[in-house]
């Protein structure tokens, strides 16, 4: 069981807007520790999606946007393409634990 | 930018150890955190442990506390992660990861090497 919870499966038309949550604890996200997102597409490694909550890596289009309040954070993909397809993780520290931790991870998939 | 490099593929039995190298390439390195994460197939990804490169401080998962090791070489840039005790569980995709702000646990995950599988098998 995952301390940071994520719902399995999100799904979206081309073109709509999704957004997938990341439910922590207030030992970690809620202790003000930085959420980061990462998108796999499947076979492939995972890639820096957002950092810091909200920041976007340079080559990240504005369609990926983040957001922390309190215990959770959401990524946001709006415009959605059939490129998006792929597992999104959400990811933090967890002082309790003192150890890096990781979402169950999300499944999106373009209808 | 750093680019990560790490070893081949490893078939081992129950009980035995694992090596993975990470060889680092850019000029951020001696400045890095190097953290490795393995993720079995289906499976979100799971911390191991990170070493600093500068200070070669480490810490550890507790999972794992008993039973991996992490160091570096500064001379070829490389950084290593032993397991030891496999079993099965222990069959997943290693990744040696790299970021750049401190403390390592507030860092993003931002260079990845190209991952090392890890088989345990009878």
């Known amino acids: 069981q995952s301390v940071l919870t994520q719902p399995p499966s999100v799904s979206g038309a081309p073109g709509q807007r999704i957004t997938i949550s990341c439910t922590g604890t207030?030992?970690?996200?809620?202790?003000?520790?930085?959420v980061h997102w990462y998108q796999q597409v499947p076979g492939t490694t995972p890639k820096l999606l957002i950092y810091e909550n909200n920041k976007r890596p340079s080559g990240i289009p504005d369609r990926f946007s983040g957001s922390k309040s309190g215990t959770s954070a959401s990524l946001v993909i709006t415009g959605l393409q059939a490129e998006d397809e792929a597992d999104y993780y959400c990811q933090s520290y967890d002082h309790t634990l003192s150890a890096v931790v990781f979402g169950g991870g999300t499944n999106l998939t373009v209808l | 930018q750093l680019q990560l490099v790490q070893s081949g593929p490893e078939v081992k039995k129950p009980g035995t150890s694992v090596t993975v190298s990470c060889k680092a390439s850019?000029?951020?390195?001696?400045?890095?955190?190097i953290q490795w994460v393995r993720q079995a197939r289906g499976q979100r990804p799971e911390w191991i442990g990170w070493?600093?490169?500068?200070?070669?401080?480490?810490k550890y998962a507790q999972k794992f506390d008993d039973r991996v090791t992490v160091t570096r070489d500064m001379s070829t840039r490389t950084v290593y992660m032993q397991l030891n005790s496999l079993s099965f569980e222990d069959t997943a995709v290693y990744y040696c990861v790299a970021g750049t702000v401190f403390p390592p646990g507030r860092s993003p995950l931002d260079y990845w090497g190209q991952g090392t599988l890890v088989t345990v098998s009878a």
């Open positions: 070493i600093v490169v500068r200070s070669a401080d480490t």
């Open positions: 207030t030992s970690n996200i809620g202790a003000y520790y930085d």
């Open positions: 850019g000029p951020t390195f001696i400045s890095s955190a």
